[in-house]
Each structure stands twice: as structure tokens, then as C-alpha cells.
């Protein structure tokens, strides 16, 4: 019979291996950030230069699959959703030279 430590092993690795103990790590992460995000002191408001830069760092994440990451930057980009902006290629002024 297996004991409660090998138990946990095993556990821990198959939520290794299934990238769910990851996710949990980073919605962890992103909520303890957001406890201790002070709600009386307002955010300034982005430019749309840095609502760019934040959109691109996000897609770097991506396309590197870096998910728990960019899921931990996307819990905090919440201005971008507030707002309603969208980014796009042509708000950056290039080609997309690379079609996924």
C-alpha cells in the first residue's frame, strides 16, 4: 500500500504533466497581486503606446507558449478589457510577416 507522501507524489507529478499545477501557480499568483492591488489608489490611464507594448508582450508569451505567464498578464491588463481597445497590425504599423 502506498503511503500519503507517495500519494502526493504522484499527484503532483501528473498535474505537472497535464500543465494544470502551472495554470494554478500563476491564477494563485494573479490573485494574491490582485488582493494586495490597492483599489482606493486608481490606475493611470495607459497611452495606446503602452496598450501596444503590453499587446505584444502578450503575443510573445503566446507564441512561445508561455501561457501561465501571459494568463498572469492578462489578469492584469485588465484596462485594455475595460476600455474595449482592441490592437492590431495595422495600429503598429507593420506587416505581419509571420502567418501562424
Do not use: C, W
Not at 495607459?46 to 507558449?65: A, D, G, P, Q, V
Not at 501561457?67 to 489578469?75: D, F, Q
Amino acid at each position: 500500500m502506498a503511503t500519503v507522501t507517495e500519494l502526493k507524489a504522484v499527484l503532483k507529478d501528473t498535474l505537472e504533466k497535464k500543465g494544470v499545477l502551472g495554470h494554478l501557480k500563476a491564477r494563485i499568483r494573479a490573485e494574491v497581486f490582485n488582493a494586495l492591488d490597492d483599489d482606493r489608489e486608481p490606475r493611470p490611464s495607459l497611452s495606446h503606446e503602452n496598450l501596444l507594448i503590453n499587446e505584444l508582450i502578450r503575443e510573445y508569451l503566446e507564441f512561445n507558449k508561455y501561457k501561465y505567464t501571459a494568463s498572469v498578464l492578462i489578469a492584469d491588463d485588465h484596462l485594455r478589457k475595460e476600455e474595449g481597445k482592441n490592437t492590431n497590425t495595422e495600429d503598429l504599423h507593420i506587416s505581419q510577416a509571420v502567418k501562424r
